[in-house]
């Protein structure tokens, strides 16, 4: 799993892991996330961080919906080096949404991820992922979900 450097177009490997309280904690005092990421319980956080570093480019909290068969992105969001024109690297979102597709897979879910999107992401999650809006939700499942996993994840 890799992003890509916006300077010279390397690519940089990252890895997925669940957030510990001390990264929560050094998060929360870093500024450099707007959300809040101290999250209730049978939330997981999750964090995309760059292999070589160990910083920490993104954070993706989900629940694990075991009676609908899915799995639910509850937030995601990049670091505020990484949003808008001037971001350092590209594909975190991609990489984060692939992972949780790819452990649909595994749980048995056949693909299917959901998110509540904000209004102004609607066109921007259908355009990039392929993700389908229902009203209040949008997900990917199936061939939608094995197109995202291919394109973020098995390069």
Known sequence: MEVISTKDN???EVLIAV???ADIKTISRSKNFNFNWLQPTGVTTLKLE???????LGLMSITDRTSDYAIEINMLESSKENVGKGKQYLNIAGCMIAYVCKESFRKG???YVCLKP??????HYAAIYGMRHTGLYMYADGMDSYKI???YLDK
Do not use: R, V
């Open 50 to 56: 760059l292999k070589e570093t160990g910083e920490i």
């Open 10 to 12: 390397t690519q940089h």
């Open 19 to 21: 957030a510990t309280k």
């Open 118 to 123: 904000k209004t102004e992401l609607i066109k």
């Open 109 to 111: 879910y056949d693909g």
């Open 149 to 151: 996993i291919s394109k």
